[in-house]
């Protein structure tokens, strides 16, 4: 079965701080990643996606692939409360994405 | 990027009805999805809605339960039949060019008595 894990949090940092958020698949074959960010009532919304080994930056978004350990992670650089939501992480396998069950960040002012 | 509407945006239904769900993009995108999220879980794939034919299903999914049409490259219904109160959830359209850029509707928020 392909999964997707993630801690499901509630991870809290304070404003300013760095959030680290991770992720892990079973699936050898994916090669594309995705976060999408969802806050509470609302649909998910895609703010990364990350296909070759190493770092990605976008702002102040920053993801990491390591493929060999099958790992996937997303900082997030002084955190606003306004990134208060949950994270969901996703793999590619074939034309499907495979969504973790998502991070709880919160971010205390 | 692609916007997504879903209408109706909430519904309560009587165990045993059915209700349909539809799914409109404002461009014309290859990929299509359904998918649905349960309270407290995240998403899991329904089926990929194919523009002129029939809908393939994920292992759970049958198409007697939620039959799906895609009638063209910007317009998907997705039917919940002979609800049960284990269908209360949120069910999501997604759309876009390729697998890898898919943008969601608000989805609609089922609530089975």
């Known amino acids: 079965q392909k999964e997707v894990e993630q801690n499901s949090g509630p991870l809290s940092v304070p404003e300013g701080a760095i959030a680290s958020l991770n992720c892990t698949y079973s699936?050898?074959?994916?090669?594309?990643f995705f976060w999408y960010r969802q806050y509470s009532g609302k649909s998910p919304e895609l703010i990364m996606s990350?296909?070759?080994?190493g770092d990605k930056e976008d702002g102040r978004f920053t993801a990491q692939l390591n493929k060999a350990s099958q790992y996937v992670s997303l900082l997030i650089r002084d955190s606003q409360p306004s990134d208060s939501a949950t994270y969901l992480c996703?793999?590619?396998?074939?034309?499907?994405?495979?969504f973790g069950k998502g991070t709880s960040l919160l971010v205390t002012p | 990027s692609a916007v997504i509407s879903q209408k109706p945006s909430r519904d309560i239904c009587q165990r045993g009805t059915s209700l349909t769900i539809q799914c409109q993009v404002d461009?014309?995108?290859?990929?299509m999805f359904w998918y649905r999220q349960q309270p407290g879980q995240s998403l899991t794939l329904i089926a990929t809605?194919?523009?002129?034919?029939?809908?393939?299903?994920e292992s759970g999914f049958v198409i007697d339960k939620f039959p799906i049409s895609r009638p063209n490259l910007t317009f998907s219904t997705l039917t919940v039949s002979n609800m049960s109160p284990e269908d209360s959830s949120i069910y999501l359209c997604?759309?876009?060019?390729?697998?890898?850029?898919?943008?969601f509707g608000p989805g609609t928020r089922l609530l089975v008595l």
């Open positions: 461009s014309q995108v290859t990929m």
């Open positions: 996703a793999a590619l396998s074939g034309y499907a994405l495979n």
């Open positions: 997604s759309g876009g060019q390729a697998q890898e850029t898919q943008y």
């Open positions: 809605a194919n523009q002129g034919s029939e809908a393939t299903y």
């Open positions: 990350i296909y070759s080994n």
């Open positions: 699936d050898r074959v994916s090669q594309s």
